[in-house]
């Protein structure tokens, strides 16, 4: 099982930079595994596509349906938080250097990825990139 976090989750439904190499490399695999917040961050990123001009607001209801058909399809598994997912990404966060910077959304999707067992994560996120070590976990970048 791969991790994607929202991101890369969202190149999947927006064609931008990027998005063959992600489809591509979750068609090898199949399914991915990201944190349930990566749903709300997949919503927000819609949001501003729409607001950028990037996707047209007459898809988004489409963007939206192709989504829930592939939760049911069982591409995405989501894991949700929980009180020990949250805490487990806060002491990891007093104990990680401050530099770089690292984010909350950031660790809270590290410390999932870890804690469901999966090692390494897919991001093109700069800053996620460099704090996976931190982590434990290894980050790649799949786009040219």
């Known amino acids: ?10 190149k999947c439904y927006v064609p931008e930079k990027g998005h063959a190499q992600v489809r591509g490399l979750l068609h090898r695999h199949q399914s ?3 944190c349930a917040f990566g749903r709300l961050e997949f919503a927000a990123a819609i949001q501003r596509a729409i ?3 990037r996707l047209p607001e007459t898809t988004r209801s489409t963007v939206f349906s192709i989504l829930s058909r592939d939760d049911r399809g069982g591409v995405w598994n989501w894991i949700p938080l929980t009180p020990h ?6 002491h990891a966060m007093r104990l ?3 530099n770089p910077a690292i984010r ?11 804690e469901c067992g999966c090692h390494h994560v897919y991001t093109n996120d700069r800053q996620m990139l460099a704090a996976a070590p931190h982590f434990g976990v290894q980050a790649t970048n799949v786009i040219d």
């Open 1 to 10: 099982m791969i991790y994607f976090d929202a991101a890369y989750i969202v």
């Open 32 to 34: 991915a595994v990201c």
């Open 51 to 53: 607001r950028e001009g």
């Open 85 to 90: 997912l949250l805490e487990t990404a806060v």
């Open 96 to 98: 990680a250097p401050t």
């Open 104 to 114: 909350a959304a950031d660790a809270l999707h590290l410390v999932c990825a870890k």
